[in-house]
């Protein structure tokens, strides 16, 4: 679906009467879990695999496997995954001023004994990326999950939004200069009190005069049976007072559905946003493990 840039926000809380916009082609390289998407002189696709797998493309159909971010693995996660050289989770980059910024998660299914990491690299290929060390970490009785970072850069300001059930996304305000929190200190972004609080992958996403927080609620990876769907709030501010459509607060289970199973997309989520030339993308994965791409 393709529409005028300044229809974004009607395109998002608009509700789909007829038919949900099928995805366009992708070919190669395209078996991938929580992809996220960014372009410097070409396209990245980077997604969670033991040591971050890194996909290219020049057209954002074609893509083409280009090594792990981590190729002799990431040692430093272990004691997170609960095994050498474990799937990372999540990974979320963002490409500004010649460098790019990595951040993502270890852990093990179901644990609160979570982490997330951050890496920095100026040219995005395969063992290029510098380890910046651990940004935040949970453990078990924490209120919220520490996976599922995503990097939200507006003007001179760095926040990160994180979170996986429990208390649902919550974000923290990072130092522009080292990547870390510049504080101790996180605030809730959006919470469900329903299917065991399943809401995460949380995207947040500035155009125009507001902030849109996407997330992917209920159950990713089980084939068929997978639930998963992509829901969004919008905001003034980008720390908090998101809503939905019909003014229910997001932090009080509010958010109004983007996108479903339909077809044959069953469970799209683990959604990433970016500008690109020829609009606004949206990049998700679904129950292959193939990503898609969407133009609103």
């Known amino acids: 679906m393709r529409l005028p840039l300044t229809l974004f926000s009607t395109a998002i809380f608009s509700a789909v009467a007829n038919a949900y916009p099928n995805p366009g082609v992708v070919t190669g390289d395209t078996a991938v879990a929580d992809p996220t998407i960014i372009r410097d002189t070409q396209l990245y696709n980077v997604a969670t695999a033991p040591g971050i797998q890194i996909l290219t493309s020049t057209d954002r159909t074609a893509w083409t496997y280009a090594g792990l971010v981590w190729p002799d693995g990431a040692s430093w996660t272990d004691a997170y995954t609960g095994t050498t050289n474990g799937n990372l989770w999540a990974p979320d980059c963002t490409y500004l001023d010649g460098q790019f910024y ?161 077809g044959d997309i069953i469970g799209p989520g683990g959604q990433d946003i970016m500008t690109d030339v020829d609009g606004v993308v949206i990049v998700y994965r679904e129950r292959r493990f193939t990503f898609f791409c969407i133009i609103f």
């Open 102 to 262: 990595l951040y993502y998660a270890a852990s093990s299914f179901g644990s609160q004994n979570s982490a997330i990491f951050f890496a920095k690299s100026t040219t995005g290929a395969s063992g290029s990326f510098t380890n910046e060390g651990l940004v935040t970490s949970t453990v078990t009785g924490d209120t919220y999950n520490a996976i599922d970072p995503n990097l939200l850069v507006a003007g001179s300001t760095w926040y990160l939004s994180l979170g996986s059930f429990w208390d649902g996304i919550v974000g923290e305000a990072l130092s522009s200069s080292t990547g870390k929190p510049s504080g101790s200190s996180v605030n809730s972004l959006a919470e469900r009190f329903v299917n065991s609080g399943a809401i995460e992958a949380s995207v947040i996403f500035q155009f125009g005069d507001f902030y849109y927080l996407f997330s992917s609620w209920d159950i990713c990876c089980d084939g068929t049976s997978s639930t998963y769907n992509i829901r969004v709030g919008r905001s003034s501010t980008y720390n908090g007072g998101f809503v939905d459509a019909d003014g229910v607060a997001l932090t009080d289970g509010g958010g109004t559905l983007v996108l479903e199973s339909h």
